[in-house]
């Protein structure tokens, strides 16, 4: 079946960086535009970044921009988001998105979600 | 940016009746409109799509409308598996999509 599962949350220090995975299966990866979208703790839905299917362009939201990179592995199915530069308001739920089942761009698959928490 | 601004933040409904769910834009998203459903520890699911369309395997008391700014989601007759928080998003205004801050649907 259509799955996203993503990995690589965790604690870092303020500053520090991570990278994030999602592991696409059930549907042609290298077919479709990959997003990022995040959750604060008790807040709503914030677009992160997005990626088109090969790779070509890539998008990011303001809050984001100049620290944070999606990329993917077409080969591999996985796509990433690396974050630098981390600040404590990045602090979040981090799910990978797309649209692959209905013909629309609504994300109509989402990962489980993996949780980064900056803290010192 | 396109700000998409739901109300109430907060519904109280008793099981068997009916929800009315509200998002306005900023400024027209044509029917380029998704609304979508999140339970606590789980991801989103993706409800509408197109304003009005229902996604794959969303049950039928589940209905949107709408087009330009003003958008209405509809749950007609409330099951237990149906409170939970319901967020709207834009994609007209590629590359950025926006979300509304959420509409929880409580049990009255």
């Known amino acids: 079946q259509v799955q996203l599962v993503e990995s690589g949350g965790g604690v870092v220090q303020p500053g520090g960086s991570l990278r994030l995975s999602c592991a696409a299966s059930g549907f042609t990866f290298s077919s479709y535009g990959m997003h990022w979208v995040r959750q604060a703790p008790g807040k709503g839905l914030e677009w992160v970044a997005f990626i088109r299917y090969d790779g070509s362009n890539k998008y990011y939201a303001d809050s984001v921009k100049g620290r944070f990179t999606i990329s993917r592995d077409n080969s591999k199915n996985t796509l990433y988001l690396q974050m630098n530069s981390l600040r404590a308001e990045d602090t979040a739920v981090y799910y990978c998105a797309s649209r692959v089942i209905n013909p629309n761009d609504a994300f109509d698959i989402w990962g489980q979600g993996t949780m980064v928490t900056v803290s010192s | 940016e396109i700000v998409m601004t739901q109300s109430p933040a907060t519904l109280s409904v008793s099981p068997g009746e009916r929800a009315t769910l509200s998002c306005r834009a900023s400024q027209s998203v044509s029917s380029n409109l998704a609304w979508y459903q999140q339970k606590p520890g789980q991801a989103p699911r993706l409800l509408i799509y197109?304003?009005?369309t229902r996604a794959t395997g969303i049950p039928a008391r589940f209905s949107g409308s709408g087009s330009g700014t003003e958008f209405t989601l509809t749950i007609s007759s409330l099951q237990s598996e149906d409170f939970a928080v319901y967020y709207c998003q834009q994609y007209n205004n590629w590359p950025r999509w926006t979300f509304g801050q959420g509409t929880k649907v409580e049990i009255k």
């Open positions: 197109g304003a009005s």
